[in-house]
């Protein structure tokens, strides 16, 4: 069965950090462009990062340039989303999915996980 499984959210205090895992099965990432995108309450989705899959450039919003890093373990068929000095307005339902752009898009067949919660709060 072809799944994504996100984990690792939860209540993190600002300037907090937070490790996202988006675990895959029943297909290999490493053949895979994997991003993440975020949600936040009353807000549009938005592409966070991408990780390309033949040599693995990344990509960032400006928003959490210097402050999230999209990191592969392809022992592991899993992607990381590291995310450090974190800020009330990262709060949000994050996911990941297949086939990112550069420009930070999903495409119309990207296979999406389930999503974790973020809430960066006092």
């Known amino acids: 069965q072809v799944q994504l499984v996100e984990s690792g959210g939860g209540l993190v205090q600002p300037g907090g950090s937070l490790r996202l895992s988006c675990a895959a099965s029943?297909?290999?990432?490493?053949?895979?462009?994997i991003g993440w995108f975020r949600q936040g309450p009353g807000k549009e989705r938005e592409g966070v990062s991408c990780?390309?899959?033949?040599?693995?450039?990344?990509y960032y919003a400006d928003s959490v340039k210097g402050r999230f890093t999209i990191s592969r373990n392809k022992a592991e068929n899993t992607v990381y989303l590291q995310m450090n000095n974190l800020k009330p307005e990262d709060t949000a339902v994050y996911y990941c999915?297949?086939?990112?752009?550069?420009?930070?898009?999903?495409?119309?067949?990207?296979?999406w996980g389930q999503g974790t919660q973020v809430t960066v709060s006092p």
């Open positions: 029943g297909f290999n990432l490493e053949h895979y462009a």
């Open positions: 999915a297949t086939d990112c752009s550069p420009h930070l898009r999903a495409a119309s067949m990207s296979f």
């Open positions: 990780s390309r899959s033949f040599d693995s450039t990344t």
